[in-house]
């Protein structure tokens, strides 16, 4: 039925958009301050594998303007867009590039962060399933991405501020409330209660393999040498 108002995003994609922008500033804040804050800092990796996780189950059994396959960016959607041809609802084919983009170097990040280690006190996780070589190495690409996914925000914040201001379209408004104004169309579908259940087991799988918990304890270090008396 055609509306003046439509049902654009869900509340679970509304909840994970907002949490992953907690969690993301969080774990900027507390990976460039280090110290005390470099515990919270893993904690709050964790939280991030849970919501990727998350989304990449939602991205395909949530409601309709949250699906993947809804928004992928084929070449034909950003030929339109480019020609100010595209008239979709949700995100544009160049958003997409930016949702994609964001969940791929989110996925790095937390995986090179899982066996990542400090040389100081801290070690990932899962730091005892590769040698100290391959971690090192993977340290290093886990703070390049960490640069990148700055960089990547503050293009999403730059686009964001644009739309508002050239094109006059809030794109806040509608991730907040669930409601897009002033446009014809299906208000989203799907994305009930059992696909909600099944992303939020996944993302669960997901924390409790990614937190090493299932890891054997490690071997208790060997008795100190008696030293003789005499």
């Known amino acids: 039925m055609n509306s003046q108002r439509i049902r654009l995003w869900d509340l679970p994609t509304r909840l994970f958009h907002w949490l992953l922008v907690l969690a993301v500033g969080a774990a900027v804040i507390s990976g460039q301050l280090g110290g005390k804050l470099i515990e919270w800092h893993g904690k709050i990796g964790l939280a991030i594998v849970g919501l990727v996780a998350f989304r990449l189950v939602w991205g395909i059994a949530g409601s309709t303007y949250a699906r993947f396959a809804h928004f992928f960016p084929t070449p034909a959607k950003v030929k339109a867009y480019l020609k100010g041809e595209w008239s979709g609802l949700g995100h544009n084919p160049l958003g997409a590039f930016s949702v994609f983009g964001l969940i791929f170097l989110l996925t790095v990040q937390v995986l090179t ?54 094109k006059k379209e809030n794109l806040v408004k509608p991730m907040l409330t669930g409601w897009k104004e002033g446009v014809s169309g299906e208000s989203a579908k799907g994305g009930g209660i059992v696909a909600l259940l099944l992303a939020l087991a996944f993302a669960s799988a997901a924390v409790y393999g990614a937190s090493g918990a299932w890891l054997p304890e490690p071997p ?11």
């Open 113 to 166: 962060g899982l066996v990542a280690n400090d040389d100081i006190a801290f070690v990932g996780p899962l730091f005892d399933l590769v040698n100290k070589s391959l971690s090192d190495r993977l340290t290093g690409l886990h703070h390049l991405v960490s640069d990148l996914l700055i960089g990547l925000v503050v293009l999403h914040i730059a686009a964001i501020a644009f739309y508002a201001r050239v």
């Open 220 to 230: 208790p270090p060997p008795p100190a040498a008696e030293t003789p008396s005499w």
